[in-house]
């Protein structure tokens, strides 16, 4: 019994964390005009080497923000680091990354496609993983809508950008990008080749 203890205080901590954010969507909107020129007006990017961050967990948004500011601050140390983002978040202060993070999140997010050529590869890394080499299956944290969770912290990635996927993975698998969980996203992306990055991302376009 006493082995339950931990585990439900972390869950009952985590529920109470992610219903206390507090971001005003409203007053995010009226924050967001130097976000336009890379996201958009409603957080779909019309450039896809940039995310479409509409309709992303606001918590995910807000940790992000934090992790750019963070990176910033200690010339890359930790967080994570972006020379665009840093200077679109050095004026900001923990509000204004709430309630742009509120604002985004609750616009929705354009539908992609997935071409044909990587529906086959893409769906069985997706779902199935590869086992032979280590690879587990993105659906197991993503969902199998890929709509991720906002309390155990894994972002949405379906209709997201492929190009942009496929440089944050790379990302990942070289350590430029280290501000994953527990370094899930490192170790998952160290195992992939250049072709399963391509047909997962293309894939994750269109998943519904």
Do not use: W
Request: aromatic share 8%.
């Amino acid at each position: 019994m006493k082995r339950l203890v931990l585990p439900l205080t972390l869950l009952f901590s985590m529920i109470g964390a992610a219903h206390a954010f507090d971001g005003d969507a409203a007053a995010g909107k009226e924050k967001a005009t130097t976000c336009v020129a890379c996201h958009g007006t409603d957080g779909n990017s019309p450039i896809d080497i940039y995310p479409k961050i509409a309709g992303q967990h606001a918590e995910y948004l807000y940790k992000q923000l934090q992790d750019y500011k963070q990176a910033m601050q200690t010339g890359g140390e930790r967080g994570r680091s972006n020379a665009v983002m840093f200077g679109m978040v050095a004026g900001l202060s923990d509000q204004d990354m709430r309630d742009l993070s509120a604002y985004f999140a609750s616009q929705s997010m354009s539908a992609g496609t997935t071409p044909e050529h990587a529906l086959e590869r893409g769906q069985q890394l997706y779902r199935s993983g590869d086992a032979e080499r280590g690879i587990p299956a993105c659906i197991a944290c993503h969902g199998p809508r890929g709509a991720g969770t906002s309390l155990s912290g894994f972002p949405r990635i379906s209709f997201q950008h492929a190009p942009y996927l496929i440089e944050t993975l790379k990302e990942f698998r070289s350590g430029a990008r280290a501000n994953d969980m527990n370094g899930m996203m490192r170790d998952i992306a160290r195992k992939m080749t250049d072709e399963d990055i391509e047909m997962v991302s293309l894939y994750l376009g269109g998943l519904h």
